[in-house]
C-alpha cells in the first residue's frame, strides 16, 4: 500500500482511542489509513508502507486536529470577527465553531464570506436571534428578532450549523429575563442539537439559567471571575450547578476578554471539578491578550497542573463528541477525516494573564508547529 502522508515518530494522543506513546499515522485520500507502533509500519503483506510525503515528527507532539468550540469569525459582518484560518490553521486549530456571530438573516453572507474561503473547518453555533452579533450586541433584548422556526429549518438542512447560542447575560437580553432562553431551547431540543448558553452579569440570575439546561448542553464561560457566578463567594460549587453536572451539563472555558479566571478554577480544581472543554472565545478584542490563541489556552490549563492528556482531550475529542462528529474529527481512528494538529512543547518562561489580570508563569508553553486538514498540511505561523 501506498500512503500520501507519513507522521513519523511523533508523540501521539489521541484521548478518543486512550493512546498515548510514538506512534507512525498514515493518511491516504484526506482519511487516516493506519496508526502504527514504531517498527510495525508495514502493510497487510507485511512490506514496509511507502508514502509521498513523509513528516519527521520526533519531538512533537502529533494529536487530532484542535477543535475551538467558542470562536468569532465573521470579520466581514461583525466588527469583533477575525479571520477563520488567522486563530485556525495558522495557529494549529484545524476546526474553529463561531459562537453566535452569525443568525437566520445573515447565514447566506456567512457562508460565502466565512465559512467557503477558509481552509480551516468552520462550524457554528447559530445565534437563536436574527441579528447574530451583525448589530452589535443586545440581539435577545427585542423578542420579535428571535427566528426559533427558520432556525430549526436550517439546522435540518444545514450541517455546519451544530447547535444553538443564546447569550443570558443583562445586558444582551435587557428585559427579557429567561423568555430568550426557553425560545432557544424549544427549537434546540426540535431540531435535536444542544445549546450553547454564555452566561454572564444577571439578570437573569445562574440560578435560574442552570435548571432550564439539559444534558449534553455547554454552559460557556463557566469560569469567570464575576460575581454570580458557579461559584460562591466562599468558593463552593452551588448547588444548582452541582445539579446541572449530576444532568450531563457540560462546562467550557470560553476564555475571552473578561470571562475567564484562575482563581475560580482554583475553586473548582478544590472540588474535582475539571472543565469538559477548553475554548478561546477568541476574537479581535482579545487576540492580542489575554487570549492570543488556542495554544497559549492550553498552555494556562498546563501550567495550572493540568496533564497534558487531559487538556488535549478537553480540545479534541469533548467538543467533537458536542458537535456529534466524533466518528470524523478530533480522533485519529482509522476511516476519520484526516486533521491532525503537530504541537511542540516549548522550554521557555512565558507570564500567562487571565481575564481579572492575574498572571501565573510557565517554563513550558504549547506551541503549534503544523496543521493538517483533510490530508493538507501547513506549516503554523
Ligand atoms: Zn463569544
Not at 468550540?69 to 465553531?97: C, I, M, Y
Request: contains cysteine; aromatic residues 4%.
Amino acid at each position: 500500500m501506498k500512503v500520501d502522508l507519513l507522521i513519523r515518530n511523533g508523540r501521539v494522543i489521541d484521548p478518543s482511542q486512550n493512546l498515548s506513546g510514538h506512534y507512525d499515522l498514515a493518511i491516504r485520500e484526506g482519511r487516516i489509513v493506519g496508526l502504527y507502533e514504531k517498527g510495525k509500519t508495514t502493510d497487510d503483506q507485511g512490506m514496509y508502507l511507502e508514502s509521498q510525503e513523509t513528516i519527521e515528527a520526533e519531538g512533537y507532539v502529533v494529536t487530532p486536529g484542535l477543535i475551538d468550540l467558542h470562536a468569532h469569525v465573521f470579520p466581514t459582518k461583525t466588527s469583533l470577527g477575525v479571520a477563520a484560518d488567522r486563530v485556525g490553521v495558522e495557529q494549529g486549530v484545524t476546526t474553529v465553531v463561531d459562537a453566535g456571530s452569525v443568525g437566520l438573516w445573515s447565514f447566506d453572507a456567512f457562508l460565502e464570506e466565512a465559512v467557503h474561503p477558509s481552509v480551516t473547518r468552520v462550524l457554528a453555533f447559530l445565534n437563536i436571534s436574527g441579528d447574530g452579533l451583525c448589530t452589535g450586541g443586545g440581539e435577545l433584548a427585542d423578542m420579535s428578532r428571535l427566528t426559533p422556526r427558520e432556525a430549526v429549518a436550517l439546522i435540518r438542512k444545514q450541517p455546519i450549523v451544530r447547535g444553538i447560542k443564546a447569550r443570558m447575560s443583562g445586558s444582551v437580553v435587557k428585559q427579557n429575563g429567561l423568555q430568550p432562553l426557553l425560545v432557544a431551547k424549544e427549537a434546540a431540543r426540535e431540531a435535536g442539537v444542544p445549546m450553547m448558553v454564555h452566561i454572564g452579569n444577571a439578570p437573569p440570575k445562574l440560578t435560574e439559567i442552570l435548571p432550564l439546561l439539559d444534558q449534553g448542553d455547554v454552559v460557556t464561560h463557566a469560569f469567570h471571575g464575576k460575581k454570580g457566578g458557579m461559584f460562591d463567594e466562599r468558593g463552593e460549587l452551588i448547588p444548582e450547578a452541582q445539579d446541572a453536572l449530576e444532568r450531563g451539563v457540560l462546562l467550557d472555558i470560553g476564555h475571552g476578554e473578561a470571562s475567564f479566571s484562575f482563581q475560580t478554577l482554583r475553586h473548582a480544581q478544590a472540588q474535582g471539578i475539571t472543565p469538559h472543554v477548553i475554548s478561546t472565545d477568541v476574537h479581535q478584542r482579545n487576540i492580542d491578550g489575554p487570549v492570543h490563541s488556542l495554544t497559549h489556552t492550553l498552555t494556562k490549563f498546563l501550567a495550572m497542573g493540568y496533564a497534558l492528556d487531559e487538556v488535549i482531550a478537553a480540545s479534541t475529542y469533548a467538543p467533537a463528541r458536542i458537535l456529534g462528529l466524533e466518528n470524523e474529527i478530533g480522533t485519529l481512528k482509522v476511516g476519520a477525516c484526516a486533521d491532525v494538529s503537530i504541537l511542540q512543547l516549548k522550554k521557555e518562561r512565558t507570564i500567562l494573564t487571565d481575564s481579572e489580570q492575574e498572571t501565573v508563569e510557565t517554563k513550558e508553553r504549547v506551541v503549534a508547529y503544523q496543521a493538517i486538514t483533510s490530508g493538507r498540511v501547513l506549516t503554523c505561523k
